[in-house]
Nanobody, 112 residues
Framework: QEWLVESGGGLVQPGGSLKLACVAS????????MHWHRQGPGKQREWVGY????????MYANSVKGRFTISRDNAKKTMYLQMNNLKPEDTAVYYC?????WGQGTQVTVSS
């Protein structure tokens, strides 16, 4: 059975940075566009951004554009989310998604 596992979450002060990772078990990882989503407390799930299979194209939600960067290493079957200038409203559980497969999520808390 295929799986995705996120890591790298934690507590960070406003203005700080974190880098999340998502490791996939699938041998087909390099053929998939990968997405990040998040869900904050009391909020609906929100799409954060995606990266195409080769990594050539990335797209971001307006709420994170210019602060977040998605990258991937297909040899390691890993996708990354570099988050800079974090704000309290970025507090959420962050999920990586491959097709209809979701990871378990990693908690990011931005607070002073």
């Amino acid at each position: 059975q295929e799986w995705l596992v996120e890591s790298g979450g934690g507590l960070v002060q406003p203005g700080g940075s974190l880098k999340l990772a998502c490791v996939a078990s699938s041998s087909d990882f390099s053929t998939y566009t990968m997405h990040w989503h998040r869900q904050g407390p009391g909020k609906q799930r929100e799409w954060v951004g995606y990266i195409t299979s080769s990594g050539a194209i990335t797209m971001y939600a307006n709420s994170v554009k210019g602060r977040f960067t998605i990258s991937r290493d297909n040899a390691k079957k890993t996708m990354y989310l570099q988050m800079n200038n974090l704000k309290p409203e970025d507090t959420a559980v962050y999920y990586c998604v491959m097709d209809n497969l979701w990871g378990q999520g990693t908690q990011v808390t931005v607070s002073s």
